[in-house]
């Protein structure tokens, strides 16, 4: 359940929200469709791979795998704490998304979000570095919306960056191996650049 302070939080976050109508619409559409943007930044994550190192390419690889699995790990999580959506305590709260019967903690967005920036920060730290700040205004938008409470989010991010570390930890050698191997068979356009690609067959 949320403590006093994390519902206090919550609450002055959705007084500014009530008297920020400006934000609204922004805000909204960045909370529910804020996930394309991260999917975008995978696919950035694996171009710039492709001409870079067998382990850059394994980051890449497993940088979306990591979102998956970091959801799919805080789905029973979510269930077994079962913390009611912050509306449902505070009726008066402004909501701008459709109200979720779901349980509210860990967030699931964030949770995605803090798996896929680390999942690029191992690809590339600028990447990262971007992926960090959609990360961070995602966490922010479910909150501004009504959706969570501020500790939903950020359990939400140090989940998924956890699960992101493990699973490199896990998969790193292996998937590098595989990698290594791929880019000597017809399926090297797909992880290496068009000039390495030059160079193997010149």
Do not use: C
């Not at 402004?94 to 979720?100: A, E, R, W």
Request: avoid cysteine; proline fraction near 5%; charge should be positive.
């Amino acid at each position: 359940m949320a403590g006093d302070f994390d519902d206090d939080l919550f609450l002055r976050v959705n007084s500014f929200a009530q008297h920020s109508a400006w934000l609204h619409a922004p805000a909204t559409a960045y909370a529910k469709y804020g996930i394309l943007a991260f999917g975008v930044l995978l696919l950035v994550g694996w171009w710039i791979s492709r001409s870079r190192a067998d382990a850059t390419m394994a980051a890449a690889l497993i940088a979306p795998l990591s979102g998956v699995l970091a959801v799919a790990i805080n789905q029973p999580i979510v269930k077994r704490v079962a913390e009611a959506r912050p509306y449902t305590l505070h009726p008066q709260a402004l909501v701008l998304v459709t109200k979720s019967t779901d349980p509210s903690f860990p967030s699931d967005h964030a949770t995605m979000a803090g798996a896929v920036t680390v999942g690029l920060l191992l690809v590339s730290w600028r990447l990262g570095l971007v992926a960090a700040g959609f990360a961070v205004a995602m966490a922010l938008a479910r909150v501004y919306v009504g959706a969570h409470y501020p500790q939903d989010v950020v359990a939400g991010l140090a989940l998924g960056a956890t699960v992101a570390l493990v699973l490199w930890f896990v998969l790193r050698i292996p998937v590098t191996w595989v990698v290594r191997r791929l880019r000597d068979t017809s399926l090297r356009p797909l992880l290496a650049s068009a000039s390495q690609t030059a160079d193997v067959l010149t």
